[in-house]
Structures are given as structure tokens and as C-alpha cells.
């Protein structure tokens, strides 16, 4: 079965804190996605990564940033934290050769 | 722009009862659509995927349907039962290597 884990399941952190959410699967799959789930808004594509050190934004980058540096490891990064990042924070991963996207159980995240 | 409509009212049936959740996009044309199963505070899990030349796709109690045509996805549940009660997605995916775009889901309740 893939397992994609997440490093924290809740995270409370400050106003203009630097912030590290972590993505570890372990199927050896080439594409990875950070989304944020929000109530009404539903979910919504941050950032996605093609393979090591390749990223590219999605819908709604602005105040993202991310790292793929092995294969298995993504990081969403914010770099200061603010209110409205407030969330709830999956990560996926998919087979380049498949079209199943496998989530993690997701971090939600509280900015103060 | 591309939008994909999900009934946000929560859909409210009796055990045993057949459950039918419908999937409306617009300015799209996927090479298939995908439904997902998201319970509270967790991940979404994949179900089922439907190609654009496919009609209908069965699994156990689950079938979904596509008519390109309507621009509509039904995904149906029969016999359901309260372990069905959860939050389901639809996703559609472009042509050639993409990203999913994901829907603001269904809330089922299926009451014993």
C-alpha cells in the first residue's frame, strides 16, 4: 500500500513565523502536490513537483515556497506566516505512469 | 474559466437507499474524471476514475457515469449504508500530463 505521511497533524505557530511542512511517501513516486483545503473554497492546488528539484506553482502560490531534494521528500515552506494561511495542508503523491493521486491525512495548520 | 459544480447542500438518505451525487463542470474538456472519499479530518481516497470515451464505470456498490455531452459526472451508491457517510470529490484532469482540479464536494448522511 503507498504511504504518504505528513510530519505534523496539527501545528500552532505565530504571525511572521517560518514555517516547515514536510511530505514523505514511499512508492518512489516522481509527482508530488501541496494543497489547502478550506471550507467553501475547497481544495486548491499550491505547488507540484515534476521530479527532484523541478517545481512548479499551482493555482495559488503567493506566500509559498517548496523543496523536492529526494525524491521521496516534499516541503512546503511559508516563509512568514500569516492569518490567512490558516488551513488545513494535504500533500499528494502520484506514479508518473498512473493517475491516482495518494494523500496524506493532512495538517492543520493555525496561524496566530 | 474552467469551474466544476458540486451540490453543496448535504445530501440526507435512508440506509438502503440508492445515493446519487452529481458532478457539473464547465470550460472543460478532461480526459477523465476521478471521485474521491474524504472523511472528516483526513485525506481524500481515490475511488473510481472515468475515462471521456467511457459511459459508465461499476465498483461493488459504486457506479459512476460520464456524458461529456451534459458536461456531467453521477456517482451513485446503492444499498448505502452510514459507514458512506463522508464528503465526496470529483476531479477532472486534462489532456497529456496534468494537474487535477478538484471540486468543493458533497457532504452524504446516511441515516440508519
Known amino acids: 500500500d503507498v504511504k504518504v505521511t505528513q510530519s505534523s497533524r496539527y501545528l500552532v505557530k505565530r504571525t511572521g513565523e517560518k514555517v516547515f511542512l514536510e511530505c514523505v511517501q514511499d512508492m518512489d513516486h516522481e509527482n508530488m502536490f501541496w494543497y489547502r483545503q478550506d471550507p467553501g473554497l475547497g481544495l486548491r492546488l499550491i505547488y507540484f513537483?515534476?521530479?527532484?528539484?523541478?517545481?512548479e506553482k499551482g493555482d495559488i502560490p503567493e506566500g509559498y515556497s517548496v523543496s523536492r531534494e529526494k525524491k521521496e521528500r516534499f516541503s512546503l515552506i511559508l516563509e512568514s506566516a500569516s492569518t490567512n494561511q490558516t488551513s488545513m495542508y494535504l500533500c499528494?503523491?502520484?506514479?508518473?505512469?498512473?493517475?491516482?493521486?495518494?494523500f496524506g491525512p493532512g495538517t492543520r495548520l493555525l496561524v496566530l | 474559466s474552467q469551474k466544476i459544480e458540486q451540490n453543496s447542500e448535504a445530501l440526507n438518505i435512508q440506509e438502503g437507499k440508492t445515493a446519487t451525487l452529481t458532478c457539473n463542470y464547465t470550460n472543460y474538456s478532461p480526459a477523465y474524471l476521478q471521485w474521491y472519499r474524504q472523511d472528516p479530518g483526513r485525506g481524500p481516497v481515490f475511488l473510481l476514475l472515468?475515462?471521456?470515451?467511457?459511459k459508465e464505470k461499476r465498483k461493488e456498490r459504486l457506479k459512476v457515469t460520464f456524458d461529456t455531452t451534459l458536461k456531467q459526472s453521477l456517482f451513485h451508491i446503492t444499498a448505502s449504508q452510514p459507514a458512506d457517510s463522508a464528503t465526496y470529490l470529483c476531479?477532472?484532469?486534462?489532456?497529456?500530463?496534468?494537474?487535477?482540479?478538484f471540486g468543493k464536494g458533497t457532504m452524504l448522511l446516511v441515516s440508519p
Open positions: 513537483s515534476y521530479d527532484v528539484k523541478m517545481k
Open positions: 476531479a477532472l484532469a486534462g489532456w497529456g500530463y496534468s494537474t487535477l482540479t
Open positions: 472515468i475515462r471521456e470515451n467511457e
Open positions: 499528494a503523491s502520484v506514479s508518473g505512469l498512473q493517475e491516482t493521486q495518494y
